[in-house]
């Protein structure tokens, strides 16, 4: 039977304010899945952490979708198998824990059936962009970093940049839950022509704003495609954004929401910013004082070292 394979996988942030469904951040908070192959058919599924009251456990799992979409995209059957998975990513906030899900059993995936099939990077992408619906979030996810992720003739195609070492990632977490779907339905089909060209300009200055000059991140994160369409379903994420921004924070909703994140400046900013949060006594917000994930998805088939995906 094959080694048990270990899997740690990044929360993401999508969007960034300007870049909708194009740019993402991988950030530290992981999600680690350890699956061990049955010598008979059969599924275990222990879930501890985030989302462990609510998460099924039999095939619809999510993890299971995805290591089941990958056996079968190489014309395999998934075996049994035994999941153990501990969540830290909080589901429905915005963080990307579907995505996370979905680059878990795919990685898993591919540690089980290693030596037997490769399942290159593009690949990765273009399985995750067709159980996710779209590569913004499993792109970072995947390859760690900030990525920009686009679609073309062949299918989704990324790049992953480096982050400027000043940029202090705080995520302002609510008790509160928002439908991805949902958010995604309150964004309009057409938007007028300025506002369209306002996004370009402001996503390219967000390229520089983390690559090269975080003092540009308050405008680099201005927006007018989507956050604004959202805002009457999550009141309480657009006041905690314009108190921020009011008082000079880059804050953003963190993908679909509800979570807000704040590029910072720099350490003593994010603990500005945190500060300011806690005086929003309305609603109760967890700050996550957050690195950039640099590595990405990871996986190893044996306790002993870690081994990157890529």
């Not at 035994?82 to 059993?105: D, K, Q, Y």
């Not at 089909?189 to 704003?209: G, H, K, M, T």
């Amino acid at each position: 039977m094959p080694a048990p394979v270990t899997v740690r996988v990044p929360a993401t942030s999508a969007n960034l304010g300007p870049g909708f469904d194009t740019l993402g951040l991988a950030l530290s908070a992981y999600d680690d899945v350890t699956v061990t192959q049955l010598p008979q058919p059969g599924l275990e599924i222990v879930v501890s952490g985030e989302g462990a009251a609510d998460v099924p456990t039999d095939a619809s799992h999510l993890v299971v979708r995805a290591m089941a979409y990958a056996f079968e995209s190489v014309g395999r059957t998934l075996p049994g198998i035994r999941l153990e998975a501990h969540n830290t990513i909080p589901h429905g906030r915005g963080m990307g824990s579907s995505g996370a899900a979905v680059v878990a059993g795919l990685l898993a995936a591919k540690g089980l059936l290693a030596g037997e099939v490769d399942f290159d990077d593009a690949t990765l992408l273009r399985l995750a962009t067709e159980l996710e619906g779209h590569p913004d979030n499993v792109a970072p996810a995947l390859f760690g970093g900030l990525t920009i992720a686009w679609m073309d003739e062949s299918g989704p195609q990324h790049k992953k940049l480096l982050v400027h070492r000043g940029v202090s990632p705080v995520v302002f977490v609510p008790d509160f839950t928002m439908s991805t779907s949902v958010a995604r339905g309150l964004a309009p089909l057409q938007v007028p022509r300025e506002d369209a060209v306002f996004n370009v300009s402001r996503s390219a200055l967000l390229i520089a704003a983390l690559t090269q000059s975080p003092e540009l991140l308050m405008a680099a994160t201005e927006d007018k495609l989507h956050q604004s369409y959202r805002a009457h379903a999550m009141p309480a994420t657009d006041r905690l954004v314009r108190t921020l921004r009011a008082e000079g924070f880059a804050a953003v909703v963190s993908g679909a929401g509800p979570s807000v994140l704040v590029l910072a400046d720099g350490p003593g900013q994010r603990l500005a910013a945190a500060e300011l949060a806690a005086s929003v006594t309305d609603t109760p917000w967890e700050a996550r004082m957050l690195a950039v994930d640099v590595r990405g998805g990871t996986v190893r088939d044996n306790p002993e070292g870690s081994t990157p995906r890529a």
